[in-house]
T-cell receptor, first 115, second 117 residues
Framework: AQTVTQSQPEMSVQEAETVTLSCTYDTSESDYYLFWYKQPPSRQMILVIRQEAYKQQNATENRFSVNFQKAAKSFSLKISDSQLGDAAMYFC????????????FGQGTRLTINP | GAVVSQHPSWVICKSGTSVKIECRSL??????MFWYRQFPKQSLMLMAT?????????EQGVEKDKFLINHASLTLSTLTVTSAHPEDSSFYICSAVGGGPSYNEQFFGPGTRLTVL
């Protein structure tokens, strides 16, 4: 079974600084997707960024980028120029292959932004 | 686009009663919907996968007779918590898969907070 591990229950960063959230996963599949989701206090899940396993290039979305190390099964999220609105729970998630497959979530990291 | 709604957003019920939660894809057709449960300060745990026109697939440890799922149309799935007890109090989240160019992305509803007294 696939597992996703986030070893940092809480992280904090000064506003405008950069922070990196860690995620490791375990799978025997070769075709899969990795995601970072943000869950603010409203509890609405928001997709931050996705990475296809077959792509070597790391995904980026504005201030958000990932460091995808396939051999090490590591998928970290870097948030640059942190803003107060970035404060939330962040979940790393794994989905196998194609089609409507279920997501497997990590335990989550609570990110606090200090003004 | 790709909006998913849930109704109600919160509900309080007495122990022993049944509660129905609706999940709707508002602007796309969803052949597959997922139901998750989230306890305070914890992650999302998948309860079941709901496919339109067929029986839901439940995760190990989830009581199918307690958590009834019906996916009657391409835009609506319902979760009914039968004979609810205080331990069923939780935050329930649904997601819908739209297919197309969205990499089979899951679009999440805003969640339903259930409190059983």
């Amino acid at each position: 079974a696939q597992t996703v591990t986030q070893s940092q229950p809480e992280m904090s960063v000064q506003e405008a600084e950069t922070v990196t959230l860690s995620c490791t996963y375990d799978t025997s599949e070769s075709d899969y997707y990795l995601f970072w989701y943000k869950q603010p206090p409203s509890r609405q899940m928001i997709l931050v960024i996705r990475q296809e396993a077959y792509k070597q290039q790391n995904a980026t979305e504005n201030r958000f980028s990932v460091n995808f190390q396939k051999a090490a099964k590591s998928f970290s999220l870097k948030i640059s120029d942190s803003q107060l609105g970035d404060a939330a729970m962040y979940f790393c998630a794994y989905r196998r292959g194609q089609g409507a497959q279920k997501l497997v979530f990590g335990q989550g990291t609570r990110l606090t932004i200090n003004p | 686009g790709a909006v998913v709604s849930q109704h109600p957003s919160w509900v309080i019920c007495k122990s022993g009663t049944s509660v129905k939660i609706e999940c709707r894809s508002l602007d796309f057709q969803a052949t597959t919907m997922f139901w998750y449960r989230q306890f305070p300060k914890q992650s999302l745990m998948l309860m079941a996968t709901s496919n339109e026109g067929s029986k839901a697939t439940y995760e190990q440890g989830v009581e199918k007779d307690k958590f009834l799922i019906n996916h009657a149309s391409l835009t609506l799935s319902t979760l009914t918590v039968t004979s609810a007890h205080p331990e069923d109090s939780s935050f329930y989240i649904c997601s819908a898969v739209g297919g197309g160019p969205s990499y089979n992305e899951q679009f999440f509803g805003p969640g339903t907070r259930l409190t059983v007294l």
